[in-house]
């Protein structure tokens, strides 16, 4: 699987550049600092709506504004794909229209959201190459029990009777392998080595002494780990207990 970073580092503008340098990161619409750089050193990279922003903070998406930033850069050879701009607790229809509107050349990829229906999901796989899982709803905090629940019943829905799901799928915030390794994902994201990296407490007194350097242990220990090939059910259930 590839694991996206979020972004921006944060720090020096070289510690960024060598935190990045050969990995694979994810571009948010309103936080572009470390674009130039992610463009120069970054093995593949994937732009992000911004959506999450505007649920935690309010506002609105700016999906004129997002879709010409993305057609500036689309043919970049490290872009991959973009986010289709979505409402993260909005409804059905809403992000349905959201997603008829972009325009197909921009290697858009869709958002399911958890707390809507599983027909949405399956009808999303069954249409494109890549879907993006994102929590939401009373399944907004990844990795609880009762999210492990929506999550299997979200891969019994589009995974065949080997587990095999019926295209490629990115999970949203969960770049933790005690997520991902229990999921067939072909990628993930979070920020976690970005944000983490300023944080000593977290690795107690034998920390590395720069944000940069712990940045990169955090993210070379994720990197560490894979998904899974397949959905296996049984093998999960108590995750969710």
């Known amino acids: ?29 309103p936080r572009k600092d470390d674009l130039g750089i992610v463009a120069d050193v970054c093995k593949s990279f994937v732009f992000d709506n911004g959506a999450f922003t505007v649920w935690k903070k309010g506002g609105q998406v700016d999906v004129e504004g997002y879709t010409r930033w993305v057609e500036d850069w689309h043919r970049h050879p490290g872009f991959t794909w973009a986010l289709i701009p979505d409402v993260i607790d909005g409804d059905e ?26 027909e949405r999901l399956q009808r999303l796989a069954r249409c494109w190459r890549t879907v993006a899982l994102g929590s939401s709803g009373q ?28 295209c490629r799928l990115h999970g949203l915030r969960m770049l933790d392998p005690a997520i991902f390794q229990h999921l067939p994902f072909a990628s993930a994201d979070s920020t976690n080595a970005a944000v983490n990296g300023g944080s000593i407490s977290r690795f107690g007194m034998y920390a590395p002494p720069t944000a940069g350097q712990r940045a990169n242990v955090i993210a070379d220990r994720i990197e560490a780990h894979n998904s899974s090939p397949i959905w296996q059910r049984e093998a999960q259930v108590e995750l969710a207990l």
């Open 139 to 166: 399944w907004a905090a990844p990795g609880t029990g009762a999210w492990w629940k929506r999550m299997a019943a979200a891969m019994d829905a589009i995974c065949d009777d080997q587990g095999r799901p019926l």
């Open 93 to 118: 229809e809403a992000n349905d229209d959201l997603v008829r509107q972009w325009p197909e050349e921009l290697r858009g990829v869709p958002v399911w959201h958890l707390h809507e229906s599983l």
């Open 1 to 29: 699987m590839i694991h996206y970073h979020g972004t921006p580092v944060g720090g020096k503008r070289e510690d960024a550049a060598k935190f990045l340098a050969g990995r694979h990161a994810l571009v948010p619409y």
